[in-house]
């Protein structure tokens, strides 16, 4: 009797040893399944690769495309302004007719430069400077033949202004797209500049 209890102990003693390497076993198996790494199978992204993902910035713009695109933009804003006021308020015909042009062609040109300044991340001005400012409220406040003279004037020396701008930055800047844009504007100011003059002449 007392063998026949000892062996049961024995044998007890035993499947709780064989029980506790199996669950020693199952939960390493268990580990190193959830230690492992999962396959997604996407390639990860590190920041140095989001970040480096664009490339067209205004990092890559000089000072001369910087001062270029704020130049040009602000020129554009006033050409428009003060060529409505020539639609409206103009005493010749003539004159009437340079400022619809005037309107016409460099909305399209401030539009072109926009969708430019879009693509590199560049913010452009979106008001004129303080002497522009000044000229266009002195010819605000012109009338009749006096408005005439002063709005063709301005339109032949600013023109002159624009042209010499315009060729540097074809010339002299760095961004591709920003250098024909100056490129292809050019002809078009060329032809302002004589409509201008043609206009200044008309009023003498």
């Not at 049961?8 to 709780?16: K, N, P, T």
């Not at 004037?153 to 100056?182: N, P, R, W, Y």
Request: glycine share 4%.
């Amino acid at each position: 009797m007392k063998n026949s209890i000892l062996t049961i102990l024995a044998v007890s003693v035993i499947a709780g040893c064989k029980k506790n390497e199996s669950t020693a076993v199952n939960q390493s198996a268990d580990t190193s399944t959830i230690s492992a790494p999962v396959d997604s199978g996407m390639p990860v992204q590190d920041s140095a690769t989001i970040s480096g993902a664009v490339t067209d910035t205004a990092t890559d713009l000089s000072s001369q495309d910087k001062q270029f695109a704020d130049a040009a933009a602000r020129g554009g804003i006033m050409e428009v302004m003060m060529g409505k006021l020539a639609a409206s308020n103009a005493n010749n015909a003539t004159v009437k007719t340079l400022g619809e042009m005037m309107v016409t062609d460099h909305s399209r040109a401030n539009d072109e430069l926009k969708k430019w300044a879009s693509i590199k991340k560049y913010t452009l001005p979106t008001g004129l400077d303080v002497e522009q400012q000044k000229k266009y409220d002195a010819l605000k406040a012109k009338k009749g033949v006096e408005f005439d003279h002063m709005y063709t004037d301005l339109m032949v020396s600013d023109h002159q202004k624009d042209i010499a701008e315009f060729k540097k930055e074809a010339s002299a800047g760095t961004e591709t797209s920003l250098k024909s844009f100056a490129s292809t504007t050019l002809p078009t100011l060329e032809h302002h500049l004589m409509e201008s003059e043609k206009a200044k002449k008309a009023v003498k």
